[in-house]
């Protein structure tokens, strides 16, 4: 037992000596950088030789698979059927063409054939529909060494095996509570940080401090979660009364957006931690957060939005049109309240590269700590942000084409499909009128043709 | 990993008793666990999270069609409460596409299938014949949608879609002669020498594998 005694002190020692070197390691190279907005570039090293070695695990699998004959890739997957794009009148016309042995009729009343159309129809749509698609997370070509974005993993190597193994301990015994460390650091000081600046008398030199602390905290998460990120266009990063809408993937993308500007937030007001944060936020300089019970109240929504527009001297409001969380290969349907009030819209396009870590947050399969789990246990964050130059709506347009004009400009820059579906069908029903409109344009058909008859 | 040969002996046995290919068998397998939620069977309130499927006028119908016992072939009529991955091929099996390659008589027999499942579909009571009734609902679910339509046009335009039909099938009538209903004979004469081939079948892509582009 004596013999233990140095030993002990030994160990103890070593660990203090390496927490300490840790510890400096990391203040120097990336909390410090983080709050003068410095770049090492260590970051974009990372990404480079990460890589190169998926490039290196892929060749491997494609030879093991080759010379086992297995089926190395997921097939195409942009849908696995040919959909016609004629509309329902073409179609029907052809098919009582086709049909029609009293070809001399030019307008029969119904035939047996009109339900081929609806018929077909309904079971490609079951087959493969377009709204479905969006909710799933998107689905990788090659293989980025993490087992749970690899739908095809079978055994094709010892050294590959060795690769994975060794990306897995790196990933969870290093990355993992270096980022945790980060993330505390961070979250701590931003909560001392804002309730420190919301002691001082309201001031020009307040605004700027509160901007900072701010700034530099985001940073630090940014750093938290190894985002590497790529700005374009910055010249068109939102000013003061105006409001910034963007696509919506997932929680990080405030954590992005919020890095390279300053925005006032908008959100419900939350309990435990996020309160917290919340509340420490809104003393340094104004947010606009919302009791449970105001949310649903759309006019005060609105008026509480449009009284911080007004100020000039208020940061910009960050808002996310779309409701909830797509899987950034689409764009949904926009809702219309942002776009009603009237001020300038500075459309940014998110796009993240699934590549080294997928961002979606699947919000029906995963809790958030599981969520923030996954992101700090994959290998980097890397995504691009586009600003797009800032849209006012003119006087011909109502709200929800102006939430459409701004939407097809979010997806064409950040290549996302604009679709028309509304995020909320992740968790509810389509509504009737979308039914009824279909039927109407079928019955045109037929009562149009019978009246001509009645009358002739 | 091991699982993955006793898979492909069951997808060559689906492979023969549908028709479909084995990369097809595949993906639609995907698109069942999809709609399935990852169990086993499908029931019909799993194709409530289809929304496209919410546009199609007639989507009851076509609901129904999965589970009904003569589509299954399980039995002449009555409804099956949940249905297998098997099932579901089957019932998608009547919308592959006819290969022209086979033999006149083999076509002919693919084609008196497909259209055996549309005549299910509008023969709801399964006796065997599409009754006025049943024609006029069919007629009214196409049309409901449309408030400007009363319900005695839908009655009138499927009346005489009825009359029309009946003089294909019958010729000329006695004046108090009861047309009883279309029977799968009758049915099967209206469509006689129309090709339907084309419109009763889902192309699907030809799925070929990318590759790397690194």
């Known amino acids: 037992m004596f013999l233990l005694l140095p030993f002990d002190s030994l160990i103890v020692n070593l660990l203090g000596i390496s927490l300490t070197v840790l510890f400096t390691l990391l203040l120097v190279f990336i909390i410090v950088p983080a709050i003068f907005g410095v770049s090492f570039g260590i970051r974009k090293l990372y990404m480079k ?5 998926f490039a290196w695990a892929t060749l491997r699998m494609e030879r093991g698979a080759k010379e086992k004959n297995h089926q190395l890739y997921k097939p195409y997957t942009n849908g696995i059927i040919a959909k016609d794009p004629t509309s329902l009148e073409e179609e029907i016309k052809e098919i009582r063409r086709s049909g029609s042995s009293k070809a001399l009729d030019n307008t029969p009343e119904f035939e047996l054939s009109d339900i081929f159309y609806f018929c077909r129809k309904g079971m490609e749509t079951i087959m493969d529909d377009e709204v479905t698609k969006r909710f799933s997370a998107e689905e990788l070509e090659s293989w980025n060494l993490l087992s749970r974005t690899n739908y095809n993993f079978q055994y094709i190597s010892l050294r590959l095996t060795v690769l994975w193994g060794l990306g897995v301990l790196i990933r969870y015994c290093f990355l993992l509570p270096l980022r945790i460390a980060l993330a505390f650091t961070g979250i701590s000081l931003l909560v001392v940080g804002t309730t420190v600046v919301g002691y001082l008398p309201n001031g020009r030199f307040k605004e700027f401090l509160s901007k900072h602390v701010h700034l530099m905290c985001y940073r630090i998460c940014v750093r938290a979660l190894t985002a590497i990120i790529t700005y374009h266009d910055r010249e068109n990063r939102p000013r003061n009364g105006g409001i910034c809408v963007a696509n919506h993937t997932s929680p990080i993308d405030v954590i992005i957006l919020a890095s390279d500007g300053y925005y006032a937030m908008v959100g419900q007001v939350h309990g435990g931690l996020m309160g917290v944060i919340q509340r420490a936020m809104v003393k340094a300089c104004p947010h606009v957060w919302f009791e449970r019970s105001e949310v649903k109240d759309r006019h005060l929504v609105a008026k509480r939005l449009t009284e911080h527009v007004r100020d000039k001297s208020k940061l910009p409001i960050l808002i996310f049109p779309e409701g909830t969380c797509i899987n950034n290969t689409s764009v949904m349907m926009f809702k219309k309240g942002s776009f009603e009030i009237g001020a300038t819209v500075y459309p940014v396009a998110i796009k993240y ?5 997928d961002a979606f947050w699947n919000s029906s399969k995963y809790g958030m700590v599981t969520y923030l789990l996954r992101m700090m246990t994959s290998w980097a964050i890397v995504c691009s942000v586009w600003y797009l130059p800032p849209m006012t709506r003119e006087a011909d347009e109502d709200a929800v084409q102006f939430a459409n004009r701004v939407k097809s400009a979010i997806a064409r820059q950040g290549g996302l499909v604009d679709l028309l579906w509304d995020g909320g069908l992740k ?3 389509v509504k009737d ?6 039927q109407k344009l079928y019955s045109k ?9 009645s009358r002739s | 990993m091991g699982a993955a040969h006793s898979a492909s002996a ?4 689906l492979e023969g008793k549908t028709g479909f290919s084995s990369d097809q068998i595949e993906q639609l397998h995907r698109r069942f666990k999809q709609l399935s939620g990852d169990q086993p069977t499908i029931r019909k309130e799993n194709f409530n999270n289809v929304p496209d499927l919410e546009l199609n006028p007639i989507r009851s119908k076509i609901v129904r069609a999965f589970f009904d016992n003569r589509n299954l072939r399980k039995g002449p009529s ?4 949940e249905i297998n991955f098997e099932d579901f091929l089957t019932i998608m099996s009547y919308f592959r596409p006819i290969d022209p390659t086979l033999g006149e008589e083999q076509v002919e027999l693919y084609r008196k299938e497909k259209l055996r499942f549309l005549f299910h579909m509008y023969d709801s009571d399964s006796d065997g014949r599409i009754t006025l009734e049943e024609y006029r609902n069919v007629v009214e679910e196409l049309l409901s949608g449309n408030p400007h339509i009363e319900k005695d046009s839908a009655r009138s335009i499927a009346d005489g879609a009825m009359m029309e039909a009946a003089s294909v099938c019958v010729g000329q009538m006695e004046p108090d002669q009861v047309y009883e209903g279309i029977t799968f004979e009758d049915f099967l004469k209206i469509w006689q020498g129309i090709d339907i081939e084309t419109k009763m079948h889902i192309r699907f892509l030809n799925m070929e594998t990318m590759a790397l582009c690194h």
């Open chain 2, 10 to 13: 069951e997808v060559r046995e």
């Open chain 2, 78 to 81: 009555g409804l099956a409460d």
């Open chain 1, 353 to 357: 590269d699934p590549q080294f870590g």
């Open chain 1, 445 to 453: 058909m037929i009562v149009g043709n019978h009246e001509d008859r």
């Open chain 1, 433 to 438: 009128t979308f039914k009824e409109e279909q």
């Open chain 1, 49 to 53: 030789t990460l890589l190169k070695i």
């Open chain 1, 427 to 429: 968790r509810e029903k």
